[in-house]
C-alpha cells in the first residue's frame, strides 16, 4: 500500500494547484500525507487485527482530524451514532488498497471492499469504486496483462472509452468515484512504470492526491513494487504510528519493496 500513500503524498501538492502536464517535480514544500493516507492505513490496521472498521475510522480521525477529510466524513466522524451516509464520492476507492493485497482471490477482495466502503460509503457507486480498485491489485498481483486488466474494469465495473490525452484538457476536479476511478485506472493502463502512472493521474488537474494515490496503489501491484528512492521518500512524510502500521502490513502480507526493473 505504499504506492497509494506515495501517490496521495506526491499529488497533494497539486490539489488545489492543478497542472495539465506530467512535467513537474515530484517533491515540494506542499507535498503532505492526507486522509488517503490516514484512512488507508486506517483499512490496513483493521485487516491486521480484525478490527471493525467503524470504529478504526473515527480512531484515525481523532489522530489526524485535520487531513483534509471531506464535510460529509467529518460529520459522520464526529457522530454519536455514525451510520452511512449514501456517499458516491471517491473516499471509499482512495482507501481500499490494503484490501487487494491482504486477500488472494478476487471475489474475497471484492466482498470486502465492499465492506470497507459500506460503513460510509453505501451509495453504489461509491461501492463499485472501492470493489475497482481492489480487484484491480488482485489481478495485478496474480501477474494481469494491462489488457486483462482493461477487460476485467470494462466488463465489471467501467467503460474505459477515452484516452487520457482526450480527456485531459477539458477535465476538472472530481470527487466522485465514477469520475475518478477509470480515470485513475486509465493511468496506469496508460503508464510506462509506477513514476509515470503517478505523473500520468496528477497532470489531468483534477483531485490530484486521489487520483495518485489510486492509480498509485494499481501500480505498485502491476509493476511489482514502489521504486526504493520513491517509497523511502514518501515514509519521511509518515508519522511513526503510521509507519508502524505500514511496516506491520507490509511484512503480514509480504509487500514488494522495490519495483522490478
Not at 40 to 48: D, I, K, S, Y
Not at 84 to 102: D, E, H, K, T
Not at 155 to 178: H, I, K, P
Not at 208 to 232: K, M, W
Request: proline residues 4%; glycine residues 8%; hydrophobic residues 40%.
Amino acid at each position: 500500500m505504499i504506492g497509494a500513500i506515495t501517490g496521495d503524498i506526491v499529488g497533494s501538492a497539486y490539489e488545489h494547484q492543478p497542472i495539465k502536464t506530467t512535467e513537474f517535480p515530484l517533491w515540494t514544500l506542499g507535498c503532505r500525507f492526507t486522509d488517503d493516507t490516514v484512512l488507508t492505513v486506517a483499512v490496513a490496521e483493521a485487516l491486521l487485527h480484525r478490527r471493525d472498521y467503524v470504529e478504526v475510522f473515527r480512531e484515525y480521525y481523532a489522530r489526524y482530524p485535520n487531513a483534509g477529510y471531506g464535510g460529509s466524513f467529518h460529520q459522520w466522524a464526529r457522530s454519536l451514532n455514525p451510520q452511512p451516509y449514501g456517499s458516491w464520492g471517491n473516499g471509499s476507492a482512495m482507501r481500499v488498497s490494503p484490501v487487494g493485497w491482504f486477500f488472494g482471490s478476487l471475489e474475497e477482495a471484492i466482498v470486502e471492499a465492499r465492506r470497507s466502503a459500506e460503513v460510509t460509503h453505501n451509495h453504489p457507486e461509491g461501492v463499485r469504486g472501492a470493489e475497482c480498485v481492489a480487484a484491480c491489485i488482485v489481478l495485478a498481483r496474480q501477474g494481469a496483462s494491462r489488457e486483462e486488466l482493461r477487460a476485467l474494469v470494462e466488463d465489471r465495473f467501467y467503460r474505459l472509452q477515452w484516452t487520457l490525452d482526450e480527456l485531459r484538457a477539458g477535465y476538472t476536479f472530481d470527487v466522485s468515484c465514477t469520475g475518478t476511478v477509470p480515470v485513475a485506472v486509465l493511468a496506469v493502463l496508460e503508464s510506462t512504470d509506477f513514476e509515470s502512472a503517478v505523473r500520468l493521474a496528477v497532470s489531468l488537474g483534477g483531485d490530484s492526491d486521489t487520483l495518485a494515490c489510486i492509480a498509485g496503489s494499481i501500480a505498485e501491484a502491476l509493476y511489482g513494487g514502489v521504486p526504493g528512492v520513491l517509497a523511502d521518500r514518501a515514509r519521511l512524510h509518515l508519522t511513526p504510528a503510521l509507519e508502524k502500521i505500514v511496516d506491520e502490513f507490509s511484512a503480514r502480507v509480504n509487500l514488494p519493496k522495490q519495483a522490478s526493473s
